[in-house]
């Protein structure tokens, strides 16, 4: 229901825009968080936005280089990375569920989780 894509290899200093686009439902009353995992590390949490209201929140390490923005017309959750930096490197995933603001970052309140797509940034 949920499919991520846009991954892929950039140098330092370099952008990727992901998406994650919803098929079969809608998600307009959802929370979409996303979400990457670093070799031997836990999921993290990225950013998220409530698709009605667009109201967004990211994690420290990625505010003012990443944004999240959503298209209702294509059904699709965008994440656009900008000032890549090599620990960016991770598998990137997106998910919908329905936390309260205070809990965009908790995963195991997300109910819908979409493939990862692979993000490599060199140094």
């Known amino acids: 229901q949920l499919q991520a894509s846009g991954g892929g290899l950039v140098q330092a200093g370099g952008s990727l825009r992901l998406s994650c686009e919803f098929s079969?439902?809608?998600?307009?009353?959802?929370?979409v968080g996303w979400f990457r995992q670093a070799p031997g590390k836990e999921r993290d949490f990225v950013g998220a936005?409530?698709?009605?209201?667009?109201?967004?929140r990211y994690k420290d390490s990625v505010k003012g280089r990443f944004t999240i923005s959503r298209d209702n017309a294509k059904n699709t959750a965008y994440l656009q990375m900008n000032s890549l930096k090599p620990e960016d490197t991770a598998v990137y995933y997106c998910?919908?569920?329905?936390?309260?603001?205070?809990?965009?970052?908790?995963?195991?309140?997300?109910?819908?989780w979409g493939q990862g797509t692979q993000v490599t940034v060199s140094s």
């Open positions: 936005i409530a698709w009605s209201a667009g109201t967004t």
């Open positions: 998910a919908a569920g329905r936390p309260g603001y205070s809990a965009y970052d908790q995963t195991d309140l997300y109910l819908y």
């Open positions: 079969k439902r809608s998600f307009r009353d959802y929370v």
